[in-house]
């Protein structure tokens, strides 16, 4: 394809778009399609030779639109908006067609310095702390725009996971090494928060605490400062809290006024997620949850959720921009320049490298809409999911269960999960629209979120008027199910034997089969029943798969006596048994009920001890805290024993030695910690 070409075909690519986004309404929001689809559509292999574009470009409603999931239909309403706009797609055409790799400013001066100017700009209007500014005298922060808040968050939990141990080697008289003082951190967030937190953990080897709420499911100070001093307690070290505005679940928010003064008394790191509910902060009325957003060291939000600011962009500011740096800063030689002391470099910000020029779409939003546009565009969001709010709460076989909050409604029917269940089922085999489920402690919901910024009246009283009716034949369906299985009053006793039964009773139960059939099917059926019947469990990362012992019932990280130390309550009681063979630490294993650890729970915290590098030997072989106690049986122990040998870490008949006594510096850095 030539400039010719590409031109005249780029017109004829635009057409469509415009058709296709303007005729959207008119689509099957999910697609009727099954895993494997395109297989048959597309040749084993790449063409040989060059294909025309007529060819090109009518296989994109032959194989590509078939199993698209409309995102931008006024019918979507699953997950959290991601929408696009016609300036931000103006903005990554021209961002395509400069393609530069912006890692540092020399790259590209004009990438990282529209970058730096839009993200003061996004941050001053959204009423955010002056501390997160690039320009302003008194702030050591910045902005800079990641690709999804999942990164971020990430990125946020390295930097404070480096800073916390930093200060910890800071107050220690000897060199201690990273891993083992990793392996006593610990961070928290609510049991309503993205998984993306539990994934940060897994990532880094940190233990991640998720907290329980309060009936408005939402994190207070009081439960984030009683886990803080049980962890203490147990020899952990408390180093980052991360709360969420707007949960996925059902959009609540985390209580910052509480949550921040006590990270700032607890010397915590506050991470701040509110990948939906930021682009709200647009509207000054809607900053009420912001109250304690100053005790903050780093924030994160979407823009290409609800701003239209089409995915990838996601807008990430901290507090203190050298604990970023000092996180991610590599300096080989080929990638320094000669303003590099006096210019930023955002690959010091970041994981990886290469970053795209995504602020030009930024800054062609909001300069094609302005802040009043853009404030109109949330409130009328608003103001639809109020109207499905209001159709829901009037209709006798629904309630809503949750606060409604910005452009989510959550609700369900009163018969119960199954219904509910059966319900969404229903509906998304009808592809008239996209929902999901959620949880509320142990009631099933359904999440209906306003995504598009086309979505008028008409299109959520239809979208109710489905539900509605929807729900009307299901509830009826039940109750001649119900009546179907009822026995009557004053019938005759049930002949047993098979030759003398009513000739119509098996017609009747046929027909009550058939009807529990239809409703029980989705259980087998539909991802939704696998994907969303796991419970969390309170701590978990690949290093803790549940809350750590206390000290008198398992051998510590060094030979420090913490048998005086007391035992929380939750804490399961150990019964003591003797050891196997030899007198360390290493055999403190001491046996529990058999329902706390299956052989998942064993293979995982083995494999654990096989994988990190540990610069002591002893952390390695078991030394290093376990995170629930286990019976070791014979086969456990050789596995065990196999592992240690594979990275020297034991001789080659483990279980007949005993485990070599603490060295002063182990000693020493177990106190200390505490």
Avoid at 15 to 20: A, E, F, G, N, P
Avoid at 33 to 45: A, F, I, Q
Avoid at 69 to 94: C, E, F, I, K
Avoid at 343 to 370: C, E, N, Y
Wanted: glycine share 6%.
């Amino acid at each position: 394809m030539q400039a010719e070409e590409y031109n005249r075909r780029g017109k004829e690519l635009v057409d469509y778009i415009t058709q296709y986004l303007g005729s959207i309404r008119e689509r099957r929001v999910i697609p009727d399609v099954k895993p494997g689809y395109m297989r048959e559509l597309l040749p084993d292999t790449a063409p040989a030779e060059s294909e025309d574009w007529e060819s090109i470009f009518n296989d994109i409603e032959k194989v590509i639109m078939p199993g698209v999931v409309h995102w931008q239909s006024p019918h979507m309403h699953a997950y959290y908006p991601s929408l696009t706009s016609w300036p931000s797609m103006l903005g990554d055409m021209l961002a395509d067609a400069i393609n530069c790799v912006g890692f540092t400013w020399a790259s590209s001066p004009a990438c990282t310095e529209l970058e730096m100017n839009v993200m003061d700009w996004l941050c001053k209007a959204l009423g955010l702390p002056s501390f997160f500014l690039h320009h302003h005298s008194d702030s050591r922060g910045g902005g800079i725009l990641q690709s999804t808040v999942s990164e971020s968050t990430l990125v946020a939990l390295l930097a404070a996971r480096k800073d916390k141990i930093l200060q910890l080697r800071a107050e220690l008289d000897q060199d201690v090494d990273d891993s083992v003082l990793n392996s006593r951190l610990v961070a928290y967030a609510s049991d309503q928060a993205h998984s993306s937190v539990e994934k940060a953990g897994l990532i880094s080897l940190v233990k991640i605490r998720f907290l329980p709420t309060d009936e408005q499911l939402s994190l207070r100070g009081d439960t984030l400062k009683q886990a803080i001093q049980e962890d203490r307690m147990r020899g952990l070290v408390p180093f980052m809290l991360c709360a969420t505005l707007g949960t996925t679940g059902v959009c609540a928010f985390d209580k910052l006024s509480e949550l921040g003064p006590v990270c700032g008394e607890e010397g915590l790191w506050l991470h701040v997620d509110a990948a939906y509910a930021g682009s709200a902060y647009f509207c000054p009325e809607l900053r009420w949850s912001l109250d304690g957003i100053e005790f903050a060291h780093s924030f994160v939000f979407n823009p290409s959720k609800w701003m239209m600011v089409h995915f990838d962009c996601t807008a990430f500011w901290v507090k203190d921009k050298y604990k970023l740096q000092q996180t991610f800063s590599v300096d080989p030689v080929y990638l320094r320049h000669e303003n590099s002391q006096a210019a930023t470099d955002f690959m010091h910000w970041q994981i990886p490298l290469s970053r795209r020029f995504r602020s030009l779409k930024l800054w062609f939003v909001m300069r094609s809409f302005g802040l009043k546009n853009l404030q109109a565009h949330i409130r009328h969001g608003i103001e639809m999911a109020k109207l499905l709010e209001s159709q829901i709460r009037s209709d006798p076989n629904f309630e809503v269960p949750a606060e409604r909050h910005l452009g989510l409604v959550v609700f369900c029917l009163k018969t119960g999960n199954a219904s509910t269940q059966e319900l969404l089922r229903r509906l998304t085999r009808s592809g008239t629209m996209y929902l999901i489920p959620a949880d509320i402690h142990t009631k099933r919901i359904i999440r209906f979120t306003v995504t598009s910024q086309y979505t008028t009246a008409d299109d959520i009283l239809r979208d109710w008027g489905i539900i509605s009716k929807m729900a009307s034949n299901l509830v009826a369906e039940m109750q001649l199910l119900d009546n179907a299985v009822q026995p009557k009053i004053g019938e005759d006793e049930v002949i047993g034997a098979e030759e003398n039964q009513d000739p119509n009773s098996d017609t009747r139960s046929e027909e009550t089969e058939d009807a529990a059939f239809r409703l029980d099917k989705a259980q087998v059926e539909l991802w939704i029943d696998k994907s969303w019947n796991r419970s969390r469990r309170p701590m978990r990362s690949l290093s803790c798969n549940s809350e750590p012992l206390p000290y008198n019932c398992i051998g510590p990280l060094s030979g420090y006596d913490f048998d005086t130390r007391p035992c929380p309550k939750d804490a399961a009681v150990a019964l003591s048994t003797p050891p196997t063979s030899g007198s360390g630490p290493l055999f403190k294993i001491t046996e529990m009920p058999s329902n706390l650890l299956g052989k998942q729970n064993l293979k995982k915290l083995t494999k654990f001890y096989s994988v990190p590098s540990f610069c002591n030997q002893w952390v390695q072989c078991g030394r290093h805290q376990l995170c629930c106690p286990i019976k070791v049986s014979q086969t456990a122990q050789k596995h065990m024993s196999s592992t240690c040998r594979r990275t020297n870490c034991m001789s080659s008949s483990p279980i007949a030695n005993t485990a070599p006594p603490p060295t002063t510096l182990e000693t020493a850095t177990a106190t200390k910690l505490l």
